[in-house]
């Protein structure tokens, strides 16, 4: 009789410590899921605050390049259309004044071109939207095993019993079959 009840005590104990690595293993799947939701979203995130500033920072050197050019070439035709000295020199000094400026901004930036802020503009939205559909796989990946999980026998009883639910996919809505424009 005492070796029934010990072998009893046994098999409950390990359906017990079965049932708990059963629970923490959904536990531990369930914030998984949820982790690599907060993932899509900082990443989403990151793309909402930094795409605007990268936008602003290329329209602004683009702007501030085609300023410098555009100001030496009204210098230089004031400067060919004067017709008295006063007018040429008025004109000498602003085109003096305008390849200053520019000679500047070559020494100070000599990559500043906007071509390349272009460039580096497209190799930041690469970049920042590999990210997300990084983030998103991985998310996806989390739901597929918690859901397998939840859903496989004898673990599907469990999850009953404390309330897991299959979490969803993430879907790309119908939007995003059409290609985002960046426009200036």
Not at 2 to 29: E, F, P, T
Not at 31 to 54: A, M, Y
Not at 122 to 132: C, P, S, V, Y
């Amino acid at each position: 009789m005492k070796k029934a009840l010990i072998a009893v005590i046994v098999i409950v104990v390990l359906i017990g410590g079965a049932l708990m690595g059963s629970y923490n293993g959904l536990v531990s799947a369930n914030e998984n899921v949820t982790g690599q939701w907060s993932q899509v979203e900082n990443q989403l995130q990151r793309r909402n605050d930094l795409i605007p500033n990268l936008v602003n920072t290329v329209k602004g050197y683009a702007a501030h390049e085609s300023k410098v050019y555009t100001d030496v070439a009204n210098a230089r035709a004031k400067l060919a259309g004067a017709r008295t000295v006063a007018d040429a020199a008025a004109a000498s000094g602003e085109l003096d004044g305008a390849l200053s400026r520019l000679l500047a901004i070559a020494e100070n930036y000599p990559q500043l071109k906007a071509n390349t802020n272009f460039l580096q503009l497209q190799d930041e939205l690469a970049g920042t939207e590999n990210r997300i559909a990084v983030a998103r796989r991985d998310y996806n990946n989390a739901v597929q095993s918690f859901n397998a999980r939840i859903k496989s026998f004898p673990t599907n009883i469990l999850a009953g019993m404390f309330g897991f639910s299959a979490r969803e996919y993430f879907k790309a809505d119908e939007q995003a079959r059409t290609v985002p424009q960046v426009k200036f």
